[in-house]
């Protein structure tokens, strides 16, 4: 990077703004490449200052006027701001014209066109690139927005807020002028136009106001908006049910767009949505497509009142928004379909991505004390771990407790913007406790370690559990977090075991029935429990009630109980996991002796087990007899053996499919013929998962590769479709040619539909990978301008190809590396998501280490590379 290093922003500098912005009225006269920006602001001069700095990037400055005078000239302006002379002046009138080129903008950051539509994104700092102003969360100003468009172009003229005036103009343009009522910062301003077509619904609120429901998209997209319209009735119903939480506008709109950077924002009143999470029906989305939708679109909704209503003080407390939204996003999805199956899904995830990233050079607490360039910080732990956090809340203070909590935060801080410790107060006022402890959780940096040891006395009948807690790779003193550890006993025939808590331990329990939450304060602690009748098998962090790597040592007999009866689901599907884990990593360890694999007599029975349990719900099933994915084997390990991790888990694949193949193919057929026509409920969709498992499986064997075909051939929902293709992609086979080709040819015009094509190839763990991943970017389909685009074949290829990416001559490297350099000159935020497989580097062999590094190091010497990707480069290669 040759040009001057970027500035690095520091949470204990943060200062109130000197300058309040009252209100705000900004007017858009749209062109393609000369969209005109009046902004008239109304400013308070709080601090008695003699100029004013506002933000500003990429601005053709037109005029700055103060009190109707033009003091232009007096202005001084560089590349990412504008100073104002405000001598004398404790509130004034100010307006700033502006000029900007939509078409050129492929950053996708402040306004931009996208296939003849307009759209804003202004998270976090995108506003700054539509005018100038204090481009801040702590700002909030009353926002009106006026729209001037030509009519053929732009039939539909959108803001924030409600409707208040709309009319025509000469020379064939009209105008819209919308108000929102309610004061915001910008990075919730939003604004849309093109011509798109909408439906339409009404939801009554429990306050007695009908609320007109919006949801725009292209014509050609109209007859797949439904399920995201029941979405957001059914996220409606829920927040008002749950959290008592009324919409507050008289109407609300959702737009989906093809090219978008994030998954959807949540700007006040008017959604804007990357189309991926709106657009579906049965012949082109997936349950896990639907799934994603209604999430998504709850998401975005909750953030009315967690992230709107009551909003961030500045950027380093991006977690009180979206750690919490998560939380209740997850909880709404739980509610939907299965509890069970989300939270084992939710740990997946966070498991697979987050866990991974808390133990790299990009490793940052849940509020993050320095940032140098705000979107790398839109994470897995900010967004995921955050959300595991407020789940502590939730358990420590139970369903009302957080309830009580969240009406004292919302009465406190209704209109404001505030901090990740009013969370905490609010919380803790509400129930009168002590939750100062939790703070640490959002300070510290990287995945705490649970050790458990445990003790019987057959005498007494006294059982004691000895709890110990560390963050290993902590650069700082490690200071106790906090950590509910729920546990169960068991007798070895699954009954629940009753107990005494100790006196002394009391205080620092919950008890509900036989379960019971241990609250560790301490490094370390024991807990002590009498009149235990048996030696227990013991059900520990059931539900994963504390976002921990676990330290046990318990038995593979136990493990297997565990696994047959226990009434915690997750942790029925952890000891599944905990076995195929063991069985991988004494096979790795055969692999690198260079000795024969084999699978254990223990591993084979709890399989078989599971696969014949008929009472299990099918959901959980399908997850139980999943083997653990290739990226969280990987962190069982200081240092990755990629060919062993690789070879092993496929060949125990391959050894399961083999010694089941009867069973599975069995079930197979029972669950293809228990459904016909494609239903989204939590029954149809626990089938189809199960259905899916079991074909993975099959299509390891060369003598089932038909089944997959057939499978393609006639199913009717893309659910089902995509199941046989993603089997098929992994085969040297012609089928997954003529199906991959068929596939093409009949969705080659649907864009979401097209990505799945991309994807399953970039994944696919053919011998030849690279080269079908070289031969995808250049496809005439392949745009580098389309973020999606882009994440479905690059974003994909780095994060999940593990033989494509990771080969030992290093071009999977050297590919990579070219693409990041060509994506920062287009879109450096997309392009600082597809480096971030490069940041583990030292966790490799030192061949690929090396070759790794050279990668990284091309990158960093590119010339103007953006902030975005000179961050994460740069902090990956200053890792000692």
């Known amino acids: 990077m040759n040009n001057q290093s970027p500035i690095e922003h520091f949470l204990k500098d943060y200062k109130t703004p000197d300058f309040k912005i009252e209100k705000i009225f900004l007017e858009f006269n749209l062109a393609a490449m000369n969209t005109r920006v009046s902004n008239t602001m109304q400013v308070l001069n709080v601090s008695n200052q003699t100029q004013m700095v506002l933000d500003g990037e990429g601005l053709q400055l037109v005029s700055v006027v103060v009190n109707k005078q033009n003091i232009t000239d007096e202005c001084k302006q560089n590349s990412e701001s504008l100073t104002i002379p405000c001598i004398g002046l404790e509130s ?29 994104q202004c998270e976090a700092q995108g506003f700054r690139k539509i005018t100038y102003f204090l481009d801040r969360p702590d700002v909030l100003t009353l926002f009106t927005t006026k729209i001037i468009a030509d009519k053929n172009e732009n039939s539909v003229l959108l803001s924030n807020g409600n409707l208040i005036e709309s009319g025509d103009l000469d020379n064939n343009r009209h105008y819209a002028v919308w108000e929102d009522p309610f004061k915001k910062p910008c990075y919730l301003f939003a604004l849309v136009a093109g011509n798109l077509e909408y439906i339409q619904d009404t939801f009554h609120t429990q306050d007695g106001r009908a609320v007109d429901l919006r949801i725009y998209v292209e014509p050609k997209n109209i007859d797949k908006c439904q399920h995201a319209m029941d979405s957001l009735i059914k996220s409606m119903k829920w927040d008002e049910t749950r959290f008592g939480l009324v919409y507050d506008l008289d109407i609300y709109m959702v ?17 804007v949505f990357n189309s991926k999470f709106v657009l579906a029906k049965p012949e082109t989305a997936t349950d896990v497509d639907y ?9 975005e909704y909750f953030h009315n009142w967690t992230g709107n209503r009551v909003t961030c003080r500045d950027w380093f407390q991006l977690t009180l928004k979206e750690g919490l939204t998560v939380f209740r996003d997850q909880e709404f999805t739980a509610d939907m379909l299965s509890p069970s199956v989300k939270r084992i899904d939710d740990v997946k995830r966070l498991r697979s991505n987050q866990f991974p990233e808390d133990a790299g050079p990009m490793s940052h607490p849940i509020q993050p004390q320095s940032y140098i360039e705000m979107n790398n910080f839109y994470t897995m732990t900010v967004y995921e771990k955050g959300a595991e956090v407020v789940r502590l809340y939730h358990t420590l203070l139970g369903e009302k407790g957080f309830r009580k909590g969240m009406d004292l935060y919302f009465s406190r801080h209704d209109g404001q913007a505030v901090t ?52 290993p790779k902590l650069k700082d003193e490690f200071k106790p977090l906090l950590i509910p550890v729920k546990i169960a006993l068991f007798s070895n025939e699954g009954e629940a075991l009753s107990f005494d808590i100790s006196s002394e331990d009391k205080a620092n329990t919950i008890v509900k029935g036989t379960e019971v939450t241990l609250k560790l304060t301490s490094k370390t602690e024991q807990f002590r429990f009498k009149n235990v009748e048996s030696n227990p098998v ?17 038995s593979d007999q136990d493990l297997a109980g565990l696994a047959r009866f226990d009434s915690d ?23 690198e002796e260079g000795q024969p694999l084999t699978v254990s007599d223990t591993f084979k029975k709890a399989f078989n087990s599971v696969l014949l349990d008929v009472n299990v719900d099918k959901a959980l099933k399908a997850l139980a007899l999943t083997l653990p994915d290739l990226t969280y084997i990987g962190e069982q390990y200081q240092q990755l053996n990629v060919d062993a991790i690789y070879h092993v888990q496929r060949w125990l694949k391959q050894a399961i499919a083999t010694l089941f193949e009867q069973e599975l193919f069995g079930l197979y057929t029972q669950l293809n013929q228990a459904l016909t026509k494609y239903q989204y409920n939590k029954e149809d969709i626990a089938i189809r998962k199960l259905k899916k498992v079991c074909l993975d499986y099959l299509l390891l064997l060369p003598n089932q590769i038909q089944l997959g075909k057939q499978q393609f051939s006639q199913s009717q929902n893309m659910t089902d479709v995509l199941a046989a293709l993603e089997a098929l992609s992994h085969t040297d086979s012609r089928e997954r040619e003529v199906c991959l080709s068929a596939f093409y040819d009949k969705w080659k015009d649907d864009t979401l539909v097209l990505d799945k094509w991309f994807s399953l190839q970039a994944g696919s763990h053919h011998i030849h990978s690279l080269q079908h991943v070289r031969e995808l970017v250049n496809h005439k389909d392949f745009k580098y301008t389309n973020p999606n685009r882009v994440r479905s074949v690059l974003g994909v290829f780095g994060r999940l190809n593990m033989l494509g990416f990771h080969q030992k001559e290093g071009e999977g490297y050297r590919f990579l590396a070219e693409q990041v350099i060509k994506l920062d000159n287009l879109n450096p935020q997309v392009a600082a998501r597809i480096v971030a497989p490069f940041t583990h580097w030292q966790r490799y062999d030192s061949e690929r280490q090396e070759l790794m590094k050279q990668a990284l190091k091309r990158i960093l010497e590119t010339e103007n590379l953006s902030k975005d990707v000179y961050e994460i480069v740069s902090k990956s290669l200053n890792v000692s």
């Open 92 to 120: 004034f009138e100010l307006k700033i014209v502006t000029q900007i080129e939509p078409e050129n903008n492929t950053a996708l950051e402040g306004l931009y066109r996208t296939s003849g539509n307009y759209c804003t």
């Open 420 to 471: 990740v410790e009013d969370f905490r107060n609010a919380m803790g006022d509400a129930n009168d406790i002590d939750l100062s402890q939790l703070h640490q959780w959002y300070l510290q940096s990287g995945t705490p370690v649970l050790n458990v040891k445990t003790d019987y006395e057959f005498a007494t009948k006294e059982f004691t559990i000895t709890l110990s807690q560390s963050i």
């Open 569 to 591: 689901s997750f942790n029925r599907w952890e000891s599944m996991q905990t076995l195929a884990l063991r069985e991988i990593k004494h096979n790795i360890h055969l692999y």
């Open 538 to 554: 013991v059900s520990l962090l059931r539900g994963f009630s504390a976002p921990v790597i676990l330290e046990y040592e318990q």
């Open 291 to 299: 799934e994603g939708i209604e999430a998504v679109i709850g998401h």
């Open 255 to 271: 737009v989906a767009v093809d090219d978008f950077n994030m998954g959807a924002m949540e700007n006040k009143g008017l959604n």
